[in-house]
């Protein structure tokens, strides 16, 4: 199946700073991509909708100064959580899409990425 | 609205023996997806099947088997002889195909955590 990754798979930053975390298609080009957060013990929630080259949907409840998404290109999407503080904590995952999925629905998703912010 | 359940928060059981998971759904639509994957403690998701509302016929793939119900709207996970191995958080999705602005984006169930021991 089509590959995506995701990367740093761990982050470790203090508060205040602003972390990137990337989003790949190895093996095809997605024009969608999705961002999740999954808090512990708790199910995966869909902050927002990224499409290239154009702004990301954000989903209700998403800060979208503080959640900073970026698909500039088919194969990369990039989640910038900006001047992060502890409760920023969660673990990232991101999905995409390839096109023959637009009508199954099915995602690919990458490794997911855990962010600790102290 | 879209919905998926997972009733069973955890789930524990010793090695060989055969374990159900259960995922109940809501949808409006016609045309759906469901989805099981599973998350090992490391993190990623691990797609374990897809199956779409057009097509009742349970499946089987090694220990594992699927039961779809649109009657019950249940779409069950069974592993049969269980084993460590598949000590993990298995979540039940949803893809309402076509659908508004996100379309091919997955409802989450809440997962089901499953401890298989020796």
């Known amino acids: 199946g089509a590959v995506v990754s995701q990367h740093p798979s761990r982050v470790i930053c203090k508060s205040g700073t602003s972390v990137k975390i990337e989003c790949r298609s190895l093996?095809?080009?997605?024009?969608?991509m999705f961002w999740y957060r999954q808090f512990p013990k708790k199910s995966l929630m869909l902050m927002a909708t990224?499409?290239?080259?154009?702004?990301?949907?954000?989903e209700q409840g998403v800060e979208k100064d503080k959640f900073l998404i970026n698909h500039a290109s088919l194969t990369l999407s990039t989640l910038t959580v900006t001047s992060a503080h502890p409760e920023d904590s969660s673990f990232y995952i991101c999905s995409a899409r390839e096109p023959s999925g637009i009508a199954t629905g099915e995602l690919f998703f990458g490794e997911g990425s855990r962010l600790t912010v102290l | 609205a879209q919905k998926v359940t997972q009733a069973q928060t955890e789930i524990s059981v010793v090695e060989k023996e055969d374990v159900t998971l259960d995922c109940v759904y809501e949808?409006?639509?016609?045309?759906?997806?469901l989805f099981w994957y599973k998350q090992p403690p490391s993190g990623e998701l691990v797609f374990l099947i897809r199956?779409?509302?057009?097509?009742?016929q349970n499946e089987i793939s090694g220990r594992y088997s699927w039961n779809f119900q649109k009657s019950t709207s249940s779409f069950n996970f069974t592993i049969t002889a269980s084993q460590v191995v598949d000590s993990a958080v298995y979540f039940c999705?949803?893809?309402?195909?076509?659908?508004?602005?996100?379309?091919?984006?997955?409802?989450f169930g809440k997962g089901t955590k499953l401890s298989v021991k020796p």
């Open positions: 949808t409006r639509d016609t045309t759906y997806y």
């Open positions: 199956r779409n509302s057009f097509d009742e």
């Open positions: 999705a949803l893809s309402e195909a076509g659908y508004g602005g996100s379309q091919g984006n997955l409802i």
């Open positions: 990224s499409n290239e080259g154009s702004k990301a949907t954000y």
């Open positions: 093996d095809f080009q997605a024009t969608t």
